[in-house]
């Protein structure tokens, strides 16, 4: 995202909701990578969720990850 993503109006909101809920996180680092979570299944199951943020301080819904947590089915010995 670079510079561009700085100047975004939804990075601003998830700064200051970040903010307000007593998240301050520090300054090292690129700052230029962004994150994801991915809920992978055992053995040839793969993928069962992917979110990868679209800007800075993009959430995954909690929900969404129990869901996709609760499809893993153990694989078998």
Same mark, same amino acid.
């Given at each position: !995202? !670079? !510079?561009?993503? /700085? /100047? %975004?109006?939804?990075? *601003?909101? #998830? /700064?200051? %909701?970040? *903010?307000? #809920?007593?998240? $301050?996180? #520090?300054?090292?680092?690129?700052?230029?990578?962004?994150?994801?979570?991915?809920?992978?299944?055992? &053995?040839?199951? &793969?993928?069962?969720? =992917?979110? %990868? =943020?679209?800007? /800075?301080?993009?959430?995954? $819904?909690?929900? $969404?990850?129990?869901?996709?947590? =609760?499809?893993?089915?153990?694989?078998?010995?």
């Amino acid at each position: !995202m !670079m !510079m561009s993503g /700085f /100047f %975004r109006f939804g990075v *601003w909101q #998830n /700064f200051f %909701r970040a *903010w307000r #809920n007593g998240f $301050s996180g #520090n300054l090292e680092g690129e700052g230029f990578t962004l994150g994801g979570v991915y809920v992978i299944g055992a &053995g040839r199951q &793969g993928v069962i969720l =992917e979110h %990868r =943020e679209k800007e /800075f301080g993009d959430k995954v $819904s909690l929900p $969404s990850v129990l869901e996709a947590a =609760e499809k893993i089915k153990p694989q078998a010995s």
